[in-house]
């Protein structure tokens, strides 16, 4: 199927994490150019590195920092021009179950301060260089999570970091077109999959039983299963009409199981 992704260039945050490894590697396919981020290992793209020398370009980026984000696409036009699209992919999850009351300032801090002032500094330079850089065609693709829909109690900073990004969404899908006037701002909502940020719960057979009893399809995402989604929302070919929208990818999850009656210390009301 015709993609026109051909020369397309794509700036993506969190390239060397699970799902933004195997969505370099379904765009690099695809023909597209890719910059994409680190934070503390650019291990996971050695191997693309190699087979795609002059399509990948992978920056070391720390997207709290206000610098590190503005070098990238600085990096990112050198190496391939314009940057036609942006996947704000990277984030945080601290996986410990922490109860509000119990939660840190500075945990909570961190947590806004990479998964949504790092998406808003993303977008920031985003739009910044298509002002830079008239075109027709932008595409924004923000990664949220169900827990930004649902919540999830004792994650409240990482549900928190999440659902904020609604409001991104729905601001600068209007803020686009009077950059380039066929921008587009979508959304995509991953559940449970399996990359490093959740494998540890995914290993616990308890809590993926727990999870199951959420999704009609009774099991978890691969990484391609979210990638194929944003590299459908990234196609102009085949999605240039949809804007403003946010696709939920997770088996049909619905909430959360709030308590298990067969387990005493859930039960003691
Ligand atoms: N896995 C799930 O179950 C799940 C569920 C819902 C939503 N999501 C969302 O899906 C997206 C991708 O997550 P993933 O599952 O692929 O997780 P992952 O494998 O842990 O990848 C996270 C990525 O974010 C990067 N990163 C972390 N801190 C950063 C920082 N300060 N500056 C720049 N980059 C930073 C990491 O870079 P390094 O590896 O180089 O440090 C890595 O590339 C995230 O937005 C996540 O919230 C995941």
């Known amino acids: 199927m015709e993609t026109g992704l051909h020369k397309k260039h794509v700036v ?3 390239a060397s994490g699970g799902i933004g490894t195997e969505l370099t590697r379904l765009l690099l396919d695809e023909g597209a150019n890719v910059t994409g981020s680190f934070y503390s290992s650019k291990r996971e793209l050695a191997e693309l590195l190699s087979q795609y020398p002059d399509q990948l370009s992978v920056v070391k980026t ?3 920092e206000e610098a590190d984000v503005k070098g990238l696409f600085v990096r990112a036009n050198d190496a391939f021009g314009r940057a036609d699209v942006l996947v704000a992919n990277a984030a945080i999850a601290n996986l410990e179950e922490k109860p509000i009351h119990e939660m840190s300032l500075n945990q909570w801090t961190n947590t806004l301060s990479i998964n949504l002032t790092g998406t808003f500094l993303s977008a920031k330079h985003f739009f910044s260089n298509l002002q830079e850089y008239p075109g027709e065609d932008a595409s924004l ?9 649902f ?3 004792w994650f409240a900073d990482y549900a928190t970091s999440k ?6 969404l729905m601001s600068l899908k209007n803020e686009i077109v009077h950059l380039a006037p066929r921008g587009r701002v979508n959304l995509v909502n991953p559940g ?9 719960a995914l290993m616990d057979p308890e809590k993926v039983k727990r999870i199951h009893q959420t999704i009609p399809m009774r099991k978890t995402a691969l990484p391609a299963d979210i990638a194929h989604v944003i590299l459908f929302l990234v196609s102009d070919y085949l999605s240039g009409h949809i804007s403003g929208q946010a696709i939920t990818v997770s088996g049909g999850m619905e909430g959360r ?11 003691k009301h």
């Open 192 to 200: 449970w999959t399996m990359t490093k940020m959740a494998e540890e």
């Open 12 to 14: 993506l945050t969190g």
């Open 62 to 64: 720390d997207i709290r």
């Open 257 to 267: 199981v709030l308590y298990d009656l067969e387990r005493s210390d859930d039960y």
């Open 163 to 168: 659902a904020a990004l609604y409001g991104l």
């Open 141 to 149: 693709i923000l990664v949220g999570s169900t827990a930004g829909h």
């Open 151 to 153: 919540g999830e109690a």
